[in-house]
């Protein structure tokens, strides 16, 4: 009784490990684009793919969240390595687009496929969880303790998902570890993935308690529902006892696919540099260098620098058309549904009696910003008015200031939908909010030396 008492914490450990980190038209030869044979592929460890997966009713759902755990059975040891969902790949009958909409196009299989040709590494489980469970099952461990290291404040508007927490020691239930793990600020992935961590470290603390056994039924229900995997029952328990050791004496061994943050076509990419990114494999696989893996890697690298060139110079071809298309798409969904919240909202104000506060929610949708030119550059204040106009904004000439390495958009209000349209000013920023009453802008945006 007590070994299928301990199996069983296993697994649920395994599973909550898993979660708890998520809580973060081409067709290829047989060799794949990097020259490298599906048999040549790195397959020293037991490589898990793991999804978190956002589908909803209207829409296939994309991987909202994407991580590979490389599990060595002979020392029960195991790492991770991050794939940020904006990472661009050559997806198999695609094109080039970004990782997270595999899942859209050809769901786990396709992923998986797309995975082991960017990494240059044999896949041989899954584990998919999806988020609609994710409340249920940190409220079935009766929730967690954690420090919220600031403020967070968050809207968006296509999930019409909001993030408001205060700094400090707090208890979170399944609504609100959820607003946590999926906060997004200037940080981008590098900051999810610490909170994530963060989180994963909390959720250990009170599963390893002492009242832990009272919620193992629940807990079992709960997984049940939103994890699916191919991993056999033994490897499973073996993993669960790798990540407990891992945890208890170490923390986490986590790693992140290197890369550099990119406008393409007015869309956000992840660029994956190819050659470090394979260094990287080699030595979290426990490999050895070989001239051949080297030379697949630069070979793969040279034909994900030509791709972007192309773009660039607007010989695109068919090399960019359906992820355009596609952010495109998903880009009229979002502001149909803005449209239709804000409607909603003006209705309640109006049968409230609130005309104040429907003329202000009106005045949200301006997308008025005051440019600052703070890079340096003659010519970068221009390029950035052109290409914020083009993206719909109203730009107001805040002539040059001093130079600042990071461009940055701040907000003058914490108003959800002005929030979120700041958020998607078409080049790389950090994100703050100050309000500001008198404003005659929705927001300011200081032009860093960054600007690309």
Not at 34 to 58: C, F, H, Q, Y
Not at 388 to 403: H, K, P, Q, T, Y
Request: proline share 2%; with cysteine.
């Amino acid at each position: 009784m007590k070994s299928i008492l301990q199996k069983k914490i296993l697994m649920i450990v395994t599973a909550i490990c898993v979660v708890g980190y998520i809580a973060f038209g081409y067709f290829f030869p047989e060799t794949g684009l990097d020259n490298l044979a599906p048999t040549d592929r790195l397959n020293l460890k037991k490589n898990i793919v793991v999804l978190g997966v956002d589908e909803r009713s209207d829409d296939v759902g994309r991987s909202d969240t994407l991580f590979v755990v490389m599990f060595d059975s002979n020392n029960k040891s195991a790492s991770l390595l991050s794939v940020p969902r904006d990472t661009r790949v050559r997806i198999d009958g695609h094109g080039w687009d970004k990782i997270n909409h595999a899942y859209a196009y050809g769901g786990r299989e396709l992923t998986q496929k797309t995975v082991e040709e960017l990494l240059g590494i044999k896949i041989n489980n899954y584990v998919m969880v999806d988020f609609k469970g994710f409340t249920g099952l940190v409220d079935a461990i009766g929730g967690i303790d954690i420090d919220v290291e600031k403020d967070m404040y968050y809207h968006d508007t296509w999930d019409g998902f909001t993030v408001d927490l205060k700094k400090g020691r707090q208890h979170l239930d399944g609504k609100t570890a959820i607003q946590y793990v999926r906060f997004r600020d200037e940080e981008g992935d590098i900051g999810r993935i610490r909170r994530q961590q963060h989180f994963l470290m909390a959720v250990y603390d009170k599963i390893t308690s002492a009242d832990m056994l009272l919620h193992i039924p629940g807990l079992a229900k709960q997984l049940t529902s939103m994890v699916k995997t191919d991993m056999p029952l033994s490897d499973m328990i073996d993993l669960g006892r790798a990540l407990h050791s891992m945890v208890k004496e170490k923390g986490l061994s986590m790693a992140m696919v290197p890369g550099t943050p990119k406008y393409i076509d007015g869309i956000s990419y992840w660029l994956p540099d190819i050659t470090d990114l394979r260094e990287l494999m080699v030595k979290m696989q426990g490999a050895t260098m070989t001239e051949h893996y080297k030379s697949a890697a630069e070979l793969m690298e040279k034909e994900y620098n030509n791709a972007v060139e192309k773009v660039e110079k607007g010989d695109d071809s068919e090399e960019n058309k359906e992820a355009v298309k596609e952010e495109k798409e998903l880009k009229a969904k979002k502001e149909e549904k803005a449209k239709e919240e804000k409607k909603k909202q003006a209705d309640k104000d109006k049968d409230a009696g609130k005309n104040t506060a429907s003329q202000e929610a009106s005045s949200d949708s301006r997308g008025v910003v005051r440019l600052v030119n703070c890079s340096g550059s003659k010519t970068a204040g221009a390029e950035a008015a052109a290409r914020l106009r083009n993206a719909g904004f109203e730009v107001i000439s805040g002539g040059s200031g001093e130079i600042i390495g990071n461009t940055v958009v701040v907000s003058t209000t914490n108003n959800g939908a002005v929030v979120n349209r700041l958020s998607n000013v078409p080049f790389a920023h950090q994100m703050r909010i100050s309000r500001d009453g008198a404003a005659d802008c929705d927001g300011v945006i200081m032009l860093g030396s960054d600007f690309k």
